[in-house]
């Protein structure tokens, strides 16, 4: 059977393929739809995500799209040996933009769905262990290239710099700690996405809220993901990154705890983490991984001095971080 006959005997419906904003979609003849792997959600209960955006919808946000259930009930189909499943997209009018409001908004909405089916998959607590070992495992790849006697260019740039990017891992990793034992955190968990940022809710989803890329967290994850894309991929200045962080908190304002969160994870060098996971995980063009490196260690002070100010700005209650507070000086 071709494709679009087994999606007609799973689905019910007679799809066809449409092209829009240079890519392929299906459509019935009234509505957009969007056949995704299963392997490409981040939560792992498509069943939850059902739940979630159909509540989303119920609740006014327009721009969310739901899982269409196959003929017998399922939310995830098996097509040519692989499981997918299928989102219907809205047809959006006037698109939201991710913005400090719209992601507040979107929070509040996911928050009080959350207090209607709880879950079990908040577990902030949990970060200081998962940061440790991602840090512990690429020590061991650092102390590994001590030991060449050839090393490529990449190896090079990050024996150089990893001392420094692991003790920024290490500060993160105590500031959080610190901040969990002395500080409350009240914020109740949210659905937030596994990578926020201004083009979430863009073309690539025609401009709507798609369930493959939540996860259950903190309201801090989402903030901090849009702050680090912002800097490092757009280079936006840091007054709009805190126009960004009031809008927000205008209309869901964060605890001192909260802000806390933001600022440890920002403090905690993920980029630089995940491309040297990627390169030694052989998943990774090495040039490419030294392209970002690079650009990486050309935002380093600028980064150092948004951390500074944040915490200067935002939680001025919570202890320093001594080394970053000198960066205002500077």
Not at 186 to 202: A, K, L, M
Request: proline letters at 5%; aromatic letters at 14%.
């Amino acid at each position: 059977m071709t494709l679009f006959d087994q999606l007609f005997h799973t689905y019910g419906m007679s799809l066809q393929p449409v092209t829009l904003y240079g890519r392929q979609w299906l459509t019935n003849g009234e509505q957009i739809f969007y056949l995704k792997p299963q392997s490409a959600f981040y939560h792992p209960d498509i069943k939850e995500l059902h739940a979630y955006s159909s509540q989303l919808i119920y609740l006014g946000d327009r721009q969310t799209a739901g899982i269409v259930p196959t003929q017998k009930g399922d939310y995830v189909s098996k097509i040519d040996q692989q499981h997918y499943v299928l989102l219907a997209l809205p047809a959006i009018e006037r698109p939201e933009r991710p913005d400090g409001i719209s992601l507040a908004l979107f929070h509040n909405r996911g928050r009080s769905i959350l207090n209607q089916m709880p879950s079990s998959y908040y577990l902030f607590h949990g970060w200081r262990d998962f940061w440790s070992k991602r840090v512990d495992d690429l020590s061991i790849h650092w102390n590994e290239i001590e030991q060449k006697r050839e090393r490529s260019e990449y190896d090079e740039v990050f024996l150089r710099v990893f001392p420094y990017f692991v003790g920024r891992a290490e500060n993160a990793i105590q500031y959080l700690t610190d901040l969990i034992m002395d500080e409350p955190v009240p914020e109740q968990p949210v659905i937030c996405h596994h990578r926020f940022n201004e083009f979430s809710w863009g073309s690539e989803t025609l401009f709507a809220k798609t369930p493959d890329q939540w996860v259950i967290d903190h309201p801090s994850r989402d903030l901090t993901e849009w702050i680090r894309f912002a800097v490092y991929n757009n280079q936006r200045p840091v007054s709009e990154v805190y126009d960004f962080i009031d809008d927000y908190q205008g209309k869901n304002e964060l605890s001192t705890g909260g802000l806390g969160l933001v600022f440890a994870r920002l403090l905690f060098p993920i980029v630089f983490i995940e491309n040297g996971e990627a390169v030694f995980d052989g998943a990774a063009d090495t040039e490419m991984a030294l392209h970002r490196l690079n650009r990486l260690l050309e935002r380093v002070d600028e980064e150092e001095r948004l951390l500074a100010s944040f915490g200067k700005r935002y939680i001025k209650s919570l202890p320093r971080v001594d080394w970053l507070a000198h960066k205002l000086k500077s």
